[in-house]
């Protein structure tokens, strides 16, 4: 028999960094916020790259903290069965790779000591209610005015309010933390098939190697899984290391989705993975997770908080999301593959599109057009043909994520 153990203005399952961050902005707004989570800060299967933008929309939790991390010195690209390397020198605050557990234990840390409560116990179930919702936890029911899902890919409020992911809609990250080695430089190594690609990202402990494909791409985590042991070893990156397999979803959504994105409804949004919020090229999240949640934060408050959260995130995170999975067959192609990889080695001005594109400073919309001006003319035709040309690409400008007001 379940009773209630703890009322809220606002709960939000889950505690990852939207979470985390949603409820420390909550709670300095002076709301009564109750997390509920289970099992954060834990270490994730994921590169652990943070880019600058990122760390600016939480500075002012993080510059009071230490954050063990590794400043990214140099990328280096590859082709999948090509035997020449690109190098990319980064400046010093274009992505630092962290601990999972540093990290989001540090956003953690700075929603309770805002005045959010944790509820250390896994939400199970949840409905409507004359006022908002009530949660069914582990710990007993919680009522809510308003309800935050945070709740990663598997999003439980997603599935109760909304929609789950398709399989589509979703890539596999498979691989292995190599416990006991670590670098400066990341790798990453464009795939033929399965498209998608090979990854290494020095965190300050241990390497974070894997692959990432699409979910319905035919190949499953254990046939992609043994594709980045091959890699490891073929190109040394972990010897002497101990391996510790790891297997997630990652959200991964077609064009037409991000344009119809429903991230919220009546007493509720959804942030981050939950709202289906990574960049389907990259599959970084990070950014779009914290900036997600300050949003949400910042709608509360309004009467018509939900809508006007998803006019935002439709609009900004949305927008600049369906560009890139637009240009995501185009990035995927064999062909184009090697020539970015043959223009990285000979062109400083593609090198330098590259820079910006893994700080986050590139956005999509801008992206053919500043092809077209490094005269790399194949590229550019390549992106080009892989998304129709509109007004907002003869403008060279859409609303970018954090300008959108």
């Known amino acids: ?3 209630a153990v703890m009322t809220a203005d606002v709960a939000v399952v889950g505690a990852g960094p939207a979470g985390a961050w949603a409820a420390c902005l909550l709670a300095r707004q002076g709301a009564r916020v109750l997390l ?7 270490e994730k299967p994921c590169g652990g790259g943070v880019t600058g933008r990122a760390l600016d929309l939480v500075a002012s939790v993080l510059n009071s903290r230490e954050l063990p991390a590794i400043r990214i010195q140099r990328a280096r690209f590859s082709v999948e069965d090509v035997p020449s390397v690109a190098q990319v020198s980064l400046d010093l605050n274009a992505l630092v790779v962290v601990s999972r557990t540093d990290f989001d234990g540090l956003l953690l840390s700075a929603a309770r000591q805002a005045g959010a409560d944790l509820l250390r116990a896994r939400a199970t179930d949840l409905r ?11 710990a007993g029911v919680v009522r809510t005015g308003f309800l935050i899902g945070a709740d990663g890919s598997n999003s439980l409020v997603r599935r109760r309010l909304g929609q789950p992911f398709r399989r589509d809609q979703l890539s596999i990250a498979t691989g292995f933390f190599a416990h006991g080695v670590s670098s400066e430089d990341i790798c990453v190594e464009l795939l033929k098939e399965p498209a998608g690609y090979l990854w290494s990202f020095p965190r300050p402990t241990h390497l974070a190697i894997g692959i990432c494909a699409q979910a319905d791409c035919g190949a499953t985590s254990a046939v992609l899984r043994q594709m980045a042991a091959r890699w490891i070893a073929r190109a040394g990156l972990a010897e002497g290391a101990r391996l510790e ?3 997630w979803p990652i959200p ?5 989705d991000f344009i119809r994105l429903t991230p919220s409804g009546p007493r509720f949004c959804l942030v981050g993975d939950a709202a289906g919020l990574v960049d389907p090229i990259t599959r970084e999240g990070i950014y779009f997770a914290l900036l997600s949640a300050q949003w949400a934060a910042e709608a509360v408050a309004a009467s018509d908080a939900p809508r006007r959260y998803a006019r935002r995130v439709r609009a900004g995170i949305g927008a600049e999301l369906a560009r890139a999975a637009r240009l995501k067959a185009a990035f995927f192609r064999p062909r184009f593959e090697r020539l970015i990889v043959e223009a990285l080695s000979r062109s400083e001005a593609i090198r330098a599109v ?7 400073r590139q956005d999509y919309s801008g992206l053919k057009w500043r092809l077209l001006r490094t005269l790399e003319l194949g590229l550019a035709v390549q992106l080009f043909l892989a998304q129709p040309i509109d007004d907002a690409d003869r403008a060279g400008h859409l609303a970018r994520p954090d300008r959108v007001q």
């Open 252 to 256: 991964s959504l077609p064009a037409r």
């Open 1 to 3: 028999m379940y009773h």
């Open 128 to 138: 409507p209610s004359p006022d908002g919702f009530e949660i069914r936890t582990t």
């Open 245 to 247: 397999q790891y297997s």
């Open 354 to 360: 590259m820079q910006d594109l893994v700080a986050g």
């Open 36 to 42: 509920i989570d289970s099992s954060h800060p834990r």
